[in-house]
């Protein structure tokens, strides 16, 4: 959580509206600035003569659709709605990848995250339907204005976020639960390194981690809820090197009931389809993550 707030505020500041200088694909036509059509020099408020009848035209050809008082009202609060839960999705997604990292996740997803990803999704895609019909008076806004190209864009890096989305969830998700509960059942105390991974104490399973060769027991220790102590390191792995840059000693391994030894691996296996498609996803949401505030910020500053 330490870094979603910094990760939150940093896509607020992307994502919050700027003063627009005049209607961008006006100003590009005309080279006009924005007193041209303002009263106002710095742009927006009241229209001057120039500005209205642009304005006119704009909605004779179907590329402006004026908002009552109540309507704007209602975009905003919407508009609100879907800033905050696309910061709450991004800042899942950005959460995993630098803090928990995507092999964690490959053993199946936090439900917190994943229930937190989805209402994300959801909210993201009935506010953004609501924002464009709100927004966008005709289809060719799509492909003859700059706006409109670059939502288009926007809406397909969504919908391609989406499926992965869906896809992981459906398939991914439950042959990577699968494969952990079965790699518990098959293994017995003594583990290589890729059995010990199934032992990361999510859904019923024991949690347990590797020091100087041992295999150590942590189920029980509350500092270890569901697999993950304080966030920073996952059940199922060796934690040789991590204990050195710890702030307390060994001690607090050595004191764990001992479940077996640590075994050399067998060589690198290959992994299963379904693991190398999650993590394809992964990183495939993490850069599409990177392309929508990119276009947020051509949309608004360039």
């Not at 006009?32 to 408020?45: E, M, P, S, T």
């Not at 409109?148 to 397909?156: A, D, P, T």
């Amino acid at each position: 959580m330490r870094l979603f707030f910094p990760t939150a505020v940093l896509l607020l500041m992307l994502l919050a509206p700027s003063p627009a200088p005049a209607t961008v694909d006006y100003a590009r036509q005309t080279g006009l600035q924005c007193a041209a059509c303002h009263v106002d020099a710095g742009g927006g408020g009241p229209l001057t003569g120039q500005g209205s009848q642009f304005l006119e035209e704009m909605k004779v050809k179907g590329l402006y659709r004026p908002l009552t008082v109540t309507q704007r009202v209602v975009r905003l609060l919407i508009g609100y709605v879907h800033l905050m839960t696309a910061i709450a999705w991004f800042g899942t997604i950005l959460y995993v990848h630098i803090l928990l990292k995507p092999a964690y996740a490959s053993k199946g997803l936090p439900r917190g995250e994943l229930s937190l990803g989805w209402i994300s999704i959801v909210l993201i895609l009935v506010s953004g339907v609501l924002l464009t019909i709100a927004r966008v008076p005709s289809w060719k806004i799509f492909y003859t204005t700059r706006f409109g190209v670059l939502l288009s864009i926007k809406i397909f890096l969504f919908l391609l976020m989406l499926a992965s989305a869906v896809i992981v969830t459906m398939y991914i998700g439950p042959r990577l639960r699968r494969q952990r509960g079965l790699a518990v059942s098959v293994t017995g105390g003594d583990c290589t390194p890729e059995e010990l991974a199934a032992y990361d104490g999510r859904e019923g399973r024991p949690a347990r981690v590797a020091y100087k060769g041992v295999i150590y027991d942590v189920s029980d220790s509350r500092l270890w809820k569901d697999g993950s102590h304080l966030k920073k390191h996952a059940a199922g792995n060796d934690l040789t090197e991590a204990l050195r840059t710890a702030p307390h000693g060994e001690e607090k391994i050595l004191g764990m009931p001992v479940a077996g030894r640590l075994k050399s691996g067998g060589g690198a296996k290959a992994r299963p389809f379904h693991e190398r498609l999650f993590y394809f996803f992964a990183y495939m949401n993490l850069c599409l993550t990177f392309l929508i505030v990119f276009v947020i910020a051509l949309w608004k500053w360039w």
